[in-house]
């Protein structure tokens, strides 16, 4: 008796505490306009380098923009010294600010309405990301408003860490500030080294490959999606959170 108490408390503890959310190509299609903003900085230093979608697909194995132009620019000669990097990266982000500020991507189909289920429900909230905190920041102003970050439990940006994605640092940070572990927490990668990334912290994930990684392996991913579109809309039947929460439970059980 006393050890089936224990065992229905040890399963009745693995239910979904946490949401953990990458950003590029997650919460929005952003890549392109890193693109198109690392080709302006080219161009305006007088550079004939221009990265096109077939090479930056490649490209984006790199995570982080400057780890990316120093893997790219390694290769010509001379190559590009640290300081002229740094500052070709600053350029870069403060015309994807600028660019955010006119035009913002679209959040990805179902990615606001999880987001505000989830906090109604009292489940925390973290970000887990390469990209730059100032790129977080003017993505997540323009979508949930500039008090957005009282909202998430954790943010954990590329400035933060030692080791980028594919590295699972990013995560292991988000889950220490959430005060949660990995077995209480889903997160949501759109590419094949975010996902290597969240598995490797021992997370749940759920991938919904975004433009750049439509036909990368994602066999990693306990589930792969076309989109996060899980919510009741006038036509189709109710899925959320409660739907979300039941599917992960049992996954870890299975796990257990
Ligand atoms: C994807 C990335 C980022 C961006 C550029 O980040 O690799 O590096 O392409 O960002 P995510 P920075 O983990 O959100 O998918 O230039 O700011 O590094
Ligand atoms: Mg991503």
């Keep these: ?15 979904l505490r946490g949401l953990i959310f990458d950003v590029d190509g997650t919460l929005a299609e952003t890549e392109e306009v890193h693109r198109h903003c690392f080709n302006a900085v080219f161009e305006a230093a007088g550079l004939p380098d221009h990265w096109d979608q077939q090479l930056y697909a490649q490209l984006l194995h790199v995570t982080g923009g400057k780890e990316r132009m120093r893997s790219y620019f390694e290769r ?13 990266h600053t350029r870069k982000n403060a015309c994807y600010a600028r660019r955010l500020e006119d035009t913002p991507p ?3 189909p179902g990615i606001k309405t999880l987001i505000e289920s ?3 429900q009292g489940i925390k909230l973290g970000i887990a990301t390469t ?14 408003g500039t008090r957005w970050r009282d909202d998430f439990c954790a943010v954990v940006c590329g400035e933060m860490v030692q080791r980028k994605k594919p590295h699972p640092e990013a995560y292991v940070m988000a ?11 889903l997160a949501f990668e759109d590419s094949q080294p975010g996902v290597d990334s969240a598995k490797e912290a021992g997370l749940t994930v759920i991938a919904t490959p975004s433009l750049y990684f439509k036909s990368s392996d994602f066999s990693r991913a306990d589930l792969c999606i076309d989109h996060l579109e899980l919510f009741p809309s006038d036509k189709t039947p109710a899925l959320g959170i409660p739907q979300l929460a039941d599917w992960f439970k049992g996954l870890q059980n299975a796990h257990a």
Aim: hydrophobic content about 40%.
């Design 76 to 88: 010509s000669t001379p190559p590009l010294d640290k300081d002229t990097i740094a500052s070709f």
């Design 118 to 120: 989830a906090k109604a």
């Design 175 to 185: 889950l220490q500030q959430m005060q949660l572990t990995a077995q209480d927490t």
């Design 131 to 144: 990209t730059s905190r100032s790129n977080l920041a003017a993505l997540m102003n323009s979508h949930f």
């Design 1 to 15: 008796m006393k050890q089936s108490q224990a065992e229905a408390s040890r399963l009745c503890a693995r239910q």
């Design 106 to 108: 679209a959040l990805r």
